[in-house]
């Protein structure tokens, strides 16, 4: 039984169907990566997870708990933390007002969060002062994963953490979400740059219109020439 | 016309008919000619909200602009105040006019050094503005010393009446296009603030500038489009009219006259009202509603949204102007003191929203409705005062404030109607028939 | 020595003075109109008469209490009548969010419509007022009407020129920094004024960090109730009442507020400012003080206005023109599109 478990989730705006029968599951400590053509419903089937959209049929499984009648804010309570592909930060707070924000639920001494967030992405200490409009894209998705790590989740779920940024950072950022998973966090991500986020995946999901086409290691999926020729564009 | 709209329009006549036998029917007549210019001016307003979804404040300035041209168009011209003060007027026209083109030619030349640009535009601005005051002041105080108790302006042209209305509208449309220019493809607040503050300086300058308009003393005596009564009572035809009716003949020659200015008005209001519906049903109104319920899909499509907004703003506000310029000629005077944001702009905004905006039809309902409800408030407030103080003791302070200002009452009533509306039924009495939504 | 005395001394006293007092109540509106687009995000054109509304509550309460004998010595009692009206406010404004904006708010209404609901509820309002006190202005001013005269300035210094200070000025100048600090403290230093913010800057993403939304409206608008309470009684005190002459205050409120960048509270501030002194300094009769400071060769003969008073809130139009021209933005503000 893994730790955070969609099962066979339908769903979609206004009538019309975009998730048909659509399951991921990540345990602790892994990584889960969800692949797929545009308009697959990736981004769908995270806001499912997370509450943003209403089901018609399926379930939303944490720690062997069923969450899928929980709204959103219940679900943070509960573990979840997620970081929005576009408008992540407080672009006029500070990135320390920023990450205090991330810790708003809590009322426990932040202290030691900030200081292990600071050591993962050593550039948000240095610009702690400065306004989260001022930085840089990639400095911009640190502080987003950041704010998001704020509340101790144990669950994080990234919606393309990569978008926009170049690919040194892109690099940098995959590096620091593994370590973010070593740490015991069960991390789901979707992701636009399928292969290389299937090299630090545990297990990746290829969603082909709302449903699984292929689920396996990240690395099977990327030796497997099929899924490279059709869904990875045939180039790294 | 559905059902639903006849039937509206029946209760409306016949409400108007039970004033016109119950009361009189000067009274009737005097509340129509009004609701059909409110019914103008709501025109012009549905324009901006109900057909491309824009929020002005600025009303009150088209009107008071479409009024003033009445006075500068049909007044008879005052030759004496032309000859004290219209040479320094002109100077100091010229002044200005060239210190503009020089401001203008040093915004281009410091192109790319903004400080001192902006410094040379402020500066040439501010001395031309001093310069023109030299002749300025001296011309426009000569101007309204000339016969100061009855003229003391320049007056106007002296030409017929009817055609201050159409240039009424080209004021009005004029003074909007820099307004709608520089809001454009700003957020919506910046309009509604912008038209807000151009509405007030408009009133300011016409308050103000005796030269202009006699200011706060009005023009009184505006030549009208209609006979005088007592021309009619001289008249045969109308004095054998009084004898066949029964009618006494001072209230006939009232009431025909009060005929004539319906029948003009109507005539406005209907061609107004005709070509705004050709229009709706051109790829012209097609496109506006196009951009209304959906900006940015009608933006990704390559519609020019700002130049769309730009001109439903001009012709709205051109429209309240016509209405504004009618108004002034059936009180035959410019009372630059009565314009007002509650009446002028808060009031027509009930009007186009209870009617139904996006639909002509019910923009002009709303007119005619809610005029009639504003004048026989009133009425109703004393009696909805009473209601509610029923229950209090004579003597209490707060039905002694009631009971004194059942006046009052009607912005409250107002604005109540205004929210209730916005809140309950946003579509209005007389909802907009979208069939290529429905499909 | 003396005539450079005298000139400053005058325009201390002609224009500084009351441009700080003024600017500081274009403050107070001018910081609730950017708070409701900030956080609301419409502008509220019922901010003036919310303004008035408050004043006249204020007034009631002050002339019961003066009824009861209640006073402060020197200051006016309308000072405790001003605390007292700001939960009346506060509820008057929570409750008309209630009844009319949360509905809007949840069906995701376009701007327009909160204004145009706005104007409904600045007719209620307008209305209301006429009940409570009556369509003509009121005196509620009672204490030490001022703290130096021009009798004893005159008298202490030998100069020709007077210094005036009244007291409602220099209650003005004083509540506007103490209320301004508190505000900035509250705003950046507790946890409920970084919510607050983080909700005006990305309404989504602080739902998602734990942020209450309707905590956050009925703060904003208890903090509307007292900004406007404050900057309605102290402009009332300093001008006297009349109850529709805040509707004249609208115009140079939004134009402070833009200048600032709306939704900037320091911008608001800044804005009311520049607002303040431009239409004081231009409609300003400078005949006096160039006299005095200038070599008497050069003094001027005319009046020395640029602009007669009548047109005093044409310079809030001609300000927010050259802004939106320039920078739409404002001074301080991020682009609004």
């Given amino acids: 039984m893994s730790y955070l478990k969609a099962e066979a989730l339908v769903g979609g705006y206004g009538g019309a169907m975009i998730l048909n029968s659509c399951t991921i599951a990540v345990d602790r400590g892994r990584i889960a990566v969800i692949v797929g053509p545009n308009g697959a419903g990736k981004s769908t089937a995270m806001k499912a997870i997370l509450g943003l959209l209403r089901l018609t049929s399926g379930r939303v499984l944490l720690d062997g708990r069923d969450i899928t009648a929980l709204p959103t804010q219940a679900r943070i309570s509960a573990g979840m933390a997620f970081v929005p592909q576009t408008d992540n930060v407080f672009p006029s707070l500070s990135v320390f007002e920023n990450l205090q924000m991330g810790a708003l639920l809590r009322r426990d001494p932040i202290g030691e969060t900030l200081e292990e967030i600071f050591a993962l992405f050593p550039i948000l200490a240095e610009k702690r002062h400065q306004l989260a409009g001022q930085l840089s894209g990639g400095q911009r998705q640190q502080l987003a994963v950041g704010r998001a790590l704020m509340t101790r989740p144990s669950v994080l779920l990234l919606d393309e953490p990569t978008a926009g940024v170049s690919p040194n950072v892109m690099d940098e950022l995959f590096d620091r979400i593994t370590r973010i998973a070593a740490q015991g966090l069960a991390v789901v991500m979707v992701e636009q740059n399928a292969a290389g986020a299937l090299e630090i995946a545990d297990t990746g999901f290829v969603l082909v219109q709302g449903a699984n086409r292929f689920t396996g290691a990240g690395r099977d999926l990327l030796n497997d020439p099929d899924i490279r020729r059709s869904f990875l564009g045939g180039r790294k | ?439 | ?337």
């Fill in chain 3, 1 to 337: 020595m003396t005539d450079l005395l005298n000139g400053l001394i005058h325009l201390t006293s002609m224009l500084v003075l009351p441009g700080l007092a003024y600017g500081s109540q274009l403050a107070f509106g001018a910081l609730g109109v950017t708070l409701i687009f900030g956080v609301l995000r419409f502008s509220n054109f019922a901010h003036a008469e919310g303004m008035s509304l408050g004043t006249a509550v204020c007034i009631l309460l002050t002339l019961w209490l003066q009824g009861k004998g209640i006073a402060l010595g020197p200051l006016p009692t309308a000072l405790i009548g001003m605390c007292l009206a700001v939960p009346v406010m506060a509820l008057v404004f929570i409750g008309t969010d209630r009844a009319l904006y949360q509905h809007f708010r949840r069906i995701n209404a376009r701007p327009e419509v909160f204004m145009i609901v706005s104007a409904g509820v600045m007719l209620i309002m307008n209305g209301a007022i006429r009940l409570i006190v009556g369509p003509d202005g009121r005196e509620f001013e009672d204490g030490e009407r001022f703290i130096v005269t021009a009798g004893g300035f005159r008298a202490w210094s030998g100069l020709a020129e007077p210094l005036v200070l009244k007291t409602s000025q220099a209650m003005t100048i004083g509540l506007a920094l103490a209320v301004g600090f508190a505000l900035f403290l509250f705003l950046n230093r507790t946890r409920s004024g970084r919510s607050m913010r983080a909700y005006a800057d990305n309404r989504n993403l602080a739902l998602l960090s734990g942020v209450d939304p309707d905590r956050i409206v009925r703060l904003t608008w208890v903090l509307v109730a007292v900004l406007s309470v404050t900057g309605g009684v102290l402009f009332g005190l300093d001008k006297g009442y009349r109850p529709f002459v805040y509707q004249q205050l609208l115009l140079p409120m939004f134009a402070a507020a833009v200048v600032g960048g709306l939704g900037s509270p320091l911008g608001a501030i800044a804005g009311s400012m520049i607002v303040a002194f431009s239409e004081l300094a231009l409609t300003f009769a400078w005949k006096k003080a160039l006299g005095y400071l200038l070599p008497a060769a050069w003094a001027p003969e005319g009046l020395m206005q640029f602009l007669s008073t009548d047109y005093k809130f044409a310079i809030s139009f001609l300000i927010l023109v050259v802004v939106l021209l320039v920078r739409p933005a404002g001074l301080f503000g991020k682009p609004v599109k």
């Fill in chain 2, 1 to 439: 016309m559905n059902r639903r709209t006849t039937l509206l329009y029946a209760a409306m006549a016949a409400v108007l008919l039970s004033v016109a036998l119950l009361q009189s029917w000067q009274l009737a007549l005097t509340i129509v000619n009004l609701c059909l210019i409110s019914a103008v001016m709501a025109l012009g307003v549905n324009v901006q909200w109900g057909v491309a979804g824009m929020f002005n404040v600025g009303t009150m300035g088209s009107a008071a602009i479409g009024g003033l041209a009445v006075v500068l168009v049909s007044a008879p011209p005052v030759r004496a105040a032309w000859a004290a003060g219209g040479a320094g007027l002109l100077a100091s026209a010229a002044i200005l006019v060239l210190t503009a083109g020089v401001a203008l030619a040093f915004w281009r030349w410091f192109g790319s050094r903004p400080l001192l640009r902006g410094g040379a535009v402020a500066a040439v601005l501010f001395s031309g503005f001093l310069l023109a005051q030299q002749w300025f002041l001296p011309a426009t105080a000569a101007i309204e010393a000339v016969d100061a108790a009855s003229a003391g302006y320049l007056g106007g042209l002296g030409l017929p009446v009817a055609l201050s209305w159409l240039i009424g509208g080209v004021f009005a449309g004029l003074l909007a296009w820099p307004v709608g220019r520089l809001t454009a493809g700003l957020r919506s607040d910046y309009l509604a603030v912008a038209t807000f503050g151009i509405s007030e300086i408009v009133l300011a300058v016409v308050r103000n500038e005796e030269w202009l308009a006699r200011g706060v003393k009005n023009v009184t005596g505006l030549p009208r489009p209609v006979p005088y009564e007592s021309d009619l009572q001289s008249a045969d035809g109308v004095q054998t009219l009084a004898l066949w009716l029964g009618l006494p003949l001072r209230d006939l020659a009232s009431i025909l006259v009060k005929l004539a200015y319906t029948a003009w008005f109507l005539a406005v209001l209907g061609i107004i009202f005709w070509l705004l519906e050709r229009l709706g049903r051109a790829p012209w109104g097609r496109m506006m509603r196009a951009i209304r319920d959906n900006e940015e899909a009608a933006r990704a499509m390559g519609k020019d949204v700002a130049r769309r907004h730009l001109q439903a703003f001009v012709l709205g506000s051109a429209i309240v102007g016509i209405g504004g310029a009618m108004l002034v000629t059936l009180d035959g005077q410019f009372t630059a003191g009565a314009y007002q944001p509650l009446r002028y702009t808060f009031l027509i905004w009930v009007m186009v929203i209870i009617g139904g905006a996006g639909n002509h039809r019910g923009a002009v309902y709303g007119a005619f409705l809610i005029w009639f409800v504003w004048v026989q408030a009133e009425t109703a407030g004393l009696w909805l005062a009473s209601a509610a103080t029923a229950l209090l003791a004579p003597g209490n302070p707060l039905r002694a404030a009631f009971e004194q200002s059942p006046a009052q009452l009607r912005y409250v009533v107002m604005g109540l109607i205004l929210v209730f509306v916005m809140r309950f039924a946003p579509r209005g009495l007389i909802p907009e028939a979208t069939p290529e939504h429905q499909k």
